[in-house]
């Protein structure tokens, strides 16, 4: 075999150079790379983790109440904790022109699942106007004739509940619910007096079919 000349052997040498050359080249190109990859990828993962937590953060804080009356859009809103009636009511759209607020705490701080009724300048006019009658009965359904009236508990009824006592129509039944509100619950049934349009007149015809529990 001929043996290879020095210019040959000199080629071959310089070619090895570049082939192990172009090799380092092309590795130290795919890991920085892979390491490009890998900082995505934390950043990717890291940013995720982050909206995960203000998601779940935004969850804790947000109370929803529903919201009727003379406001704009009655229904459902989503508030942040610590929201006032106020807040509610912006969320709801604004007032409507025949809102009556005067007996309204708009500063009064809110509680999710509550629902909020804001009055309305009618609703003066219909108070005027109740007309007083006695409590409905209530028949037992157990097949005998026995009728009893069942008492109001004036902390938790509801304005139509309200309206089933003499001499309570909607607009004073909304006031004793406002009264619940922003003062607490009633502690003796005697309390009802203190809401604005119960004097001791109307207090002593319901006095016999309300109950605080």
């Not at 969850?59 to 704009?72: D, R």
């Not at 009655?74 to 009636?85: D, T």
């Not at 705490?105 to 003066?124: C, F, R, W």
């Not at 509100?181 to 809401?195: L, M």
């Amino acid at each position: 075999m001929e043996m290879l000349s020095s210019k040959q052997k000199t080629a071959i040498i310089i070619a090895g150079v570049i082939v192990v050359g172009i090799f380092i080249i092309y590795m130290a190109t795919k890991t920085k790379d892979y390491d490009n990859y890998s900082v995505i990828n934390e950043e990717i993962e890291e940013n995720t983790n982050e909206n995960k937590e203000e998601i779940q953060e935004e969850k804790i804080n947000e109370i929803v109440i529903h919201i009727t009356g003379a406001v704009e859009k009655e229904g459902i809103v989503k508030l942040e904790e610590g929201s006032r009636i106020d807040d509610a009511i912006k969320q709801a759209g604004g007032l409507t022109e025949e809102a009556d607020i005067k007996s309204i705490n708009l500063a009064y701080m809110l509680k999710d699942g509550q629902k909020i009724y804001i009055p309305k300048i009618s609703d003066e006019v219909e108070e005027i106007t109740e007309i007083e009658q006695p409590p409905i009965n209530f028949i037992l359904d157990n097949g005998a004739d026995e009728i009893i009236s069942e008492k109001v508990n004036i902390n938790t009824a509801t304005i139509d509940e309200l309206k089933k006592l003499s001499g309570i129509g909607e607009g004073t039944g909304i006031k004793i619910i406002q009264y619940r509100q922003e003062n607490g619950t009633f502690k003796t049934i005697e309390d009802i007096k203190n809401v604005s349009g119960i004097g001791e007149a109307k207090y002593n015809n319901i006095k016999d079919y309300i109950c605080v529990k």
